[in-house]
């Protein structure tokens, strides 16, 4: 394989859906959105007050159901053309801006000044080696004590029809290698999260018969810990 592509550009309404959605109607993925930036919100605490990150934004759905509940939202995603849509999308929402990842993750963002972050569908894609690098990233922007969502893929009952269907599509064209499903053990995930340094929360579901729900917390004791000045 000499190139591996970009395979988040898009160029058609019909090509949009099924990277963001599979085979999912345009009602089922609003549905499944808006159930989990419920969730998001609630496990995230999210707060008028709160600023956040998101990772993989897409279309930017979620992002508008949330920028109405917080303060502010930086959404990051790989994709130009997905990006265009998102800006769109939310064009009314003056809280949020979007910014387009190029190298080193998520390095253009402040340290230890975001309250919560998420991406959801996003991890599903990623290898063990861009967990960790994102998770890494995750630690540096989150405030002590602050959360962050996301979701993985492992090998089960759940995804077992999706893991043969991308083989598939692998074995045509595995130059588009990251835009497929990636299916990570979750010994695995739970491993990358200790090696970063990240705390995991009771609330995470790290099932084995398919999806994986994660929440980490940047430990109250981590690099950036404010010190107050009136302890004595
Ligand atoms: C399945 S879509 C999910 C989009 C959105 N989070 C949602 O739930 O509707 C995956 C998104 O992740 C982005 N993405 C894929 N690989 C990425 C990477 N390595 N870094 C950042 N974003 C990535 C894609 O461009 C796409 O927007």
């Known amino acids: 394989m000499d190139v591996v592509k970009n395979a988040w550009e898009i160029q058609s309404e019909e090509q949009a859906l099924l990277a963001l959605a599979g085979h999912d109607t345009p009602e089922e993925f609003e549905r499944d959105r808006r159930y989990h930036a419920g969730e998001i919100a609630r496990l995230c605490s ?6 956040g990150f998101e990772i993989g934004s897409g279309e930017g759905t979620v992002a508008k159901i949330l920028a109405s509940q917080c303060l502010f939202l930086d959404c990051n995603d790989i994709s130009s053309s997905f990006l265009e849509r998102a800006r769109t999308n939310c064009a009314q929402h003056k809280n949020v801006a979007f910014h387009k990842i190029e190298s080193n993750y998520l390095d253009y963002l402040p340290e230890a000044s975001y309250d919560f972050g998420y991406a959801l569908h996003v991890f599903i894609h990623f290898n063990p080696y861009d967990i960790f690098n994102y998770l890494q990233s995750v630690k540096r922007l989150l405030k002590p004590g602050a959360r962050f969502f996301f979701d993985a893929y492992t090998l089960g009952e759940q995804t077992i029809a999706s893991f043969r269907e991308h083989a598939e599509l692998y074995r045509k064209a595995p130059e ?24 995991l929360s009771d609330s995470s579901e790290l099932s084995e018969s398919g999806w994986m729900r994660v929440l980490v917390t940047k430990k109250s004791d981590a690099k950036g810990k404010i010190i107050w000045p009136f302890r004595r």
């Open 46 to 51: 999210i707060t008028k007050e709160s600023r």
């Open 176 to 199: 588009s290698i990251r835009g497929y499903l990636n299916f990570n053990h979750p010994r695995l995930v739970r491993a990358i999260v200790q090696e970063v340094g990240l705390d």
